[in-house]
Nanobody
Framework: QVQLVESGGGLVQAGGSLRLSCAAS????????MGWYRQAPGKQRELVAA???????NYADSVKGRFTISRDNAKNTVHLQMNSLKPEDTAVYYC????????????WGQGTQVTVSS
């Protein structure tokens, strides 16, 4: 089992910045991809950014140039630096991790609220 705990959410005005963090614990070996998803009320969950253990990244078009995902493999943590925040970024942000072996497992954190005021 893998446990994921997010932190860093909060309330910020448009144009401000926040940094989200996610720490993994438990059976943390063979974790490959990690990423951030978000879900606003009444909308579907969407991928925001993802990163592999080798450092390859992928971003949603709506956040390119504003958000940066990074990973510290030694500490089993992933971060999301969010700059130039917009009201449409308001959502619950979830950390996700993929563990690969004979079978592949996905794990999810509890989520952290990000609210951007206009």
């Amino acid at each position: 089992q893998v446990q994921l705990v997010e932190s860093g959410g909060g309330l910020v005005q448009a144009g401000g910045s926040l940094r989200l963090s996610c720490a993994a614990s438990g059976n943390i070996f063979n974790i490959n991809a990690m990423g951030w998803y978000r879900q606003a009320p009444g909308k579907q969950r969407e991928l925001v950014a993802a990163i592999t253990s080798g450092g390859s990244t992928n971003y949603a078009d709506s956040v390119k140039g504003r958000f940066t995902i990074s990973r510290d493999n030694a500490k089993n943590t992933v971060h999301l630096q969010m700059n130039s925040l917009k009201p449409e970024d308001t959502a619950v942000y979830y950390c996700s991790a993929e563990q690969t072996g004979r079978l592949t497992y996905r794990y999810w954190g509890q989520g952290t609220q990000v609210t951007v005021s206009s």
